[in-house]
C-alpha cells in the first residue's frame, strides 16, 4: 500500500497533495545567452546543452486543479505567476532547470515548493497585459524592482501552437532543504516534473524585446539577452504529476555571490 503524503502543518496541512490541472494563459520568451554564466549555474549533473537559451515565462493560472488520492479536486482562485529557467542536458535529455520563479501570493506557491523543489518566490507584482496584437509581461520583484519586462507582438496571429516550450517537457528541479542547525542543507535532489501540455488555444508566434534590470536579490540581469530566439503566446492546458527523484547534488552554485561560492552538504 502507498504511504499517503502528508504536508506541513500535520495538524492542519496547507495543500492538500495530489496531480494538478490547470488551464494558462501564457507568454513565454526564448533568447540566447552567455554559455559561460548559464553553464557556472547548473548543478552537476546538469549540463549546459548545446544552444545557451533561456526562457522567460509570465502566465495566469485561470483555474489550478488539485486531483486529490481521495478523489475530490482541491480548486484554487487564479492567480499570476513568472518564472526564468534555462536549458540544460542531463545525458541524453534536454530539458529544463528552473532559476527562480516569481508569485503574487506565494501560499498557491507552496505545494509546488516543498514537494518538488520548484524555486518560487513572493513577488511585489507579476503582470500579464494584452493589447492589441501586442503582449506584456512584468516582475516585479519583493522589493521593488522591476526586474523583468517583456513585449511580445503576434507575427503570426491564430494559430493552435503550444506557448510553452517543448524542453519544458522534463523540469529537472532542484530540492534543497536547508539544514536547521545552521550549516548547509539537508536534502539537495533534482526532481523530474513531467509537464504535460494539451488543447492550445488561440496561440501565436512573433517577435519579442526583453529587459531585465540589475537586482542584486534576484539576478536575472547576469543572463544578457544576446538574442531572442522566439515568442509565444496562447492558452494551454498543463497537467503535472509527481515527480521522481534522480540525482544527490553536492555542488550547488550560488549565482550572485562574489565567488560564485557553492553551499555543502550538513552531514546528516
Ligand atoms: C508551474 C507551476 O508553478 C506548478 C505549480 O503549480 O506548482
Given at each position: ?23 494558462l494563459r501564457w507568454l513565454?520568451v ?26 522567460i515565462w509570465v502566465a495566469e493560472f485561470l ?15 487564479p492567480y499570476l505567476q513568472a518564472g ?17 520563479f516569481f508569485i503574487e501570493g ?16 513572493q513577488a511585489r507584482a507579476v503582470t500579464l497585459t494584452e493589447d492589441?496584437?501586442e503582449v506584456t509581461g512584468r516582475i516585479v520583484t519583493a522589493?521593488d524592482i522591476e526586474i523583468v519586462t517583456v513585449r511580445a ?57 526583453v529587459t531585465?534590470r ?19 503566446y ?35
Amino acid at each position: 500500500m502507498t504511504e499517503p503524503v502528508v504536508a506541513m502543518p500535520p495538524f492542519a496541512p496547507l495543500y492538500g497533495v495530489g496531480t494538478e490541472t490547470v488551464q494558462l494563459r501564457w507568454l513565454t520568451v526564448e533568447y540566447r545567452t552567455d554559455p559561460e554564466v548559464l553553464a557556472r549555474l547548473l548543478p552537476a549533473p546538469l549540463a549546459p546543452a548545446p544552444d545557451p537559451l533561456v526562457a522567460i515565462w509570465v502566465a495566469e493560472f485561470l483555474g489550478a486543479g488539485f486531483h486529490l488520492p481521495d478523489g475530490t479536486v482541491e480548486q484554487r482562485p487564479p492567480y499570476l505567476q513568472a518564472g526564468i529557467s534555462v536549458q540544460c542536458r542531463r545525458q541524453d535529455e534536454v530539458g529544463a532547470y528552473p532559476l527562480t520563479f516569481f508569485i503574487e501570493g506565494l501560499n498557491h506557491g507552496t505545494l509546488g515548493r516543498e514537494i518538488f523543489g520548484l524555486p518560487k518566490k513572493q513577488a511585489r507584482a507579476v503582470t500579464l497585459t494584452e493589447d492589441g496584437d501586442e503582449v506584456t509581461g512584468r516582475i516585479v520583484t519583493a522589493n521593488d524592482i522591476e526586474i523583468v519586462t517583456v513585449r511580445a507582438r503576434a507575427a503570426t496571429p491564430g494559430a493552435a501552437l503550444d506557448p510553452i516550450p517543448e524542453w519544458f517537457g522534463h523540469h529537472f528541479a532542484l530540492k534543497l532543504i536547508p539544514s536547521a542547525e545552521g550549516t548547509g542543507y539537508d536534502i539537495s535532489r533534482l526532481v523530474r516534473i513531467p509537464f504535460r501540455t494539451s488543447r492550445p488555444t488561440g496561440g501565436w508566434d512573433g517577435t519579442a524585446e526583453v529587459t531585465v534590470r540589475p537586482s542584486a536579490a534576484d539576478p536575472v540581469h547576469l543572463l544578457p539577452c544576446l538574442e531572442v530566439t522566439s515568442a509565444r503566446y496562447g492558452g494551454i492546458r498543463l497537467d503535472i504529476g509527481f515527480g521522481t527523484y534522480l540525482d544527490h547534488v553536492d555542488h550547488v552554485p550560488v549565482a550572485g555571490t562574489p565567488d560564485w561560492g557553492s553551499v555543502a552538504p550538513s552531514g546528516r
